[in-house]
């Protein structure tokens, strides 16, 4: 069954992004679930350097120092439902 066509991530870009980088995964009672995987670090990285990310991201320090590496985990960004 399908809710929606499309979702914008507000949470992370101060703007829509046609393709985004960081992708929702699945949701439960406590919040949603997205997912940065390792191939599109560098994107994301730019987005962050390019002024488009929201300035309250939590550990956006963190996230400027990821590594693209074939074997790195991915990034899981939870949004808590209030």
Known sequence: ????NYL?????Y???KNGMFV???FS???GAY????AEEYNLFRASMKND????????IDKLLKLNEKEESNPV???????
Do not use: A, H
């Open 23 to 25: 992708n929702f995964r």
């Open 34 to 37: 997205s997912v940065l995987v």
């Open 52 to 59: 488009e990310i929201v300035p309250d991201l939590e550990k």
């Open 76 to 82: 899981i960004f939870f949004y808590e439902f209030k």
């Open 14 to 16: 101060k703007q829509d």
């Open 28 to 30: 439960d009672t406590k």
């Open 8 to 12: 914008s991530n507000d949470l992370i």
């Open 1 to 4: 069954m399908k809710i929606v």
